[in-house]
């Protein structure tokens, strides 16, 4: 039976830098495109922002994120916004690590992402800050990922 338990899932509010960091972790060209659909790759699964963002969607994000050996819940340091319920996390019976991207960013605001994603259940120990423009953070990111997800080469 067709499993994903080799497979990173990434959700996260809309441009909160999903993509962007799937193509970083890839080492794929980084290029802008906005995600209109579930998009599965050998070892990710990529999911539209309004799965979280818009409250019909949410049990969709559940759905074909719930199987995966790791789940990532994406926030980004620049968004003054927060759309993901308390404890959301608490929903999965899988492991899930969060991630604050766009360190590099001057409007970073680190204390604000780490807020939004404890509230949203994952205990700090487990978030992980990272740059997908600069690289900073992505190699401490890659080897907490391959604790969960074996990625043959
Ligand atoms: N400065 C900076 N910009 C970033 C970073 N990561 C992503 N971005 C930018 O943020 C924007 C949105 O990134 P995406 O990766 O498309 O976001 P997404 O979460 O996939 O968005 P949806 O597909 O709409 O859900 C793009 O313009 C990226 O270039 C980062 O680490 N630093
Ligand atoms: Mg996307």
Do not use: W
Request: glycine share 6%.
């Amino acid at each position: 039976m067709a499993t994903n338990k080799n497979r990173v899932a990434l959700i996260g509010r809309i441009g909160s830098g999903k993509t962007t960091l799937f193509q970083r972790l890839t080492n794929e060209f980084i290029v802008y495109g906005k995600t209109q659909q579930v998009s599965y790759s050998e070892h990710f699964i990529d999911t539209p922002g309004e799965f979280v963002e818009l409250p019909c969607f949410r049990p969709q994000a559940i759905n074909v994120t719930c199987d995966s050996g790791l789940i990532i819940l994406i926030n980004s340091s620049t968004d003054a916004q927060n759309s993901v319920p308390p404890n959301f996390v608490c929903t999965y019976n899988a492991p899930v690590i969060g991630v604050i991207t766009k360190i590099d960013h001057r409007h970073c605001d680190l204390k604000r992402s780490q807020r939004y994603l404890t509230y949203a259940g994952i205990h700090a120990n487990n978030i992980f800050p990272v740059s997908a423009i600069t690289g900073e953070g992505i190699a401490a990111l890659k080897a907490v990922i391959q604790q969960y997800v074996t990625f043959e080469s």
